[in-house]
């Protein structure tokens, strides 16, 4: 457990987190609430169930890009919260974005996304898994 919430104070660690924490959540809103042209759950499952995506994964799929945003930003359990959104980013390359390539899909010439996106995210998720929370975070006060 003291590895779970064990950080420094690192600052850097503090941008990683709010800048995840900011790409991610607009996703989130897609997939939860059907903000941002999003479908909402009903939808999202939906979607998720025609890719193949077993309900139950499709939900902690939601669940991580909806609720972890909220965790990255007070620095509460990071360190999970990364783990699940670099599992979901994994998830979206294999399922649906290898197909396509590695570039996104800058001048619409293609039927969809490619991976470099999730790329970048992942490489975040993976500086917070190791570094933990940083700067300011509940983590941190938690591990004193």
């Known amino acids: 457990m003291e ?13 990683l987190r709010l800048t995840l924490a900011v790409v991610i959540f607009p996703h989130g809103t897609q997939k939860a609430l059907g903000w941002f042209g999003g479908y909402g759950v009903k ?3 939906a979607s998720f169930a025609q890719s193949g995506f077993p309900a139950p994964l499709g939900a902690l799929a939601i ?7 909220f965790g990255l930003v007070l620095g509460l ?5 990364a783990f699940g959104i670099a599992c979901v980013m994994l998830g979206a390359i294999f399922k649906v974005h290898t ?10 010439n293609q039927k969809g996304e490619g991976f470099e ?15 933990g929370a940083g700067a ?9």
């Open 77 to 81: 359990l990071t360190r999970v919260t």
């Open 43 to 45: 939808g999202t499952l």
């Open 117 to 131: 996106y999730h790329l970048l995210v992942i490489g975040i998720a993976i500086a917070l898994l190791i570094g």
């Open 99 to 108: 197909q396509h390539g590695f570039f996104m899909n800058w001048f619409g």
């Open 63 to 69: 669940a991580a890009e909806f609720l972890g945003p």
């Open 3 to 15: 590895w779970l919430f064990a950080t420094d104070t690192s600052l850097a660690q503090l941008v």
């Open 136 to 144: 300011w975070s509940l983590d941190g006060l938690l591990a004193r």
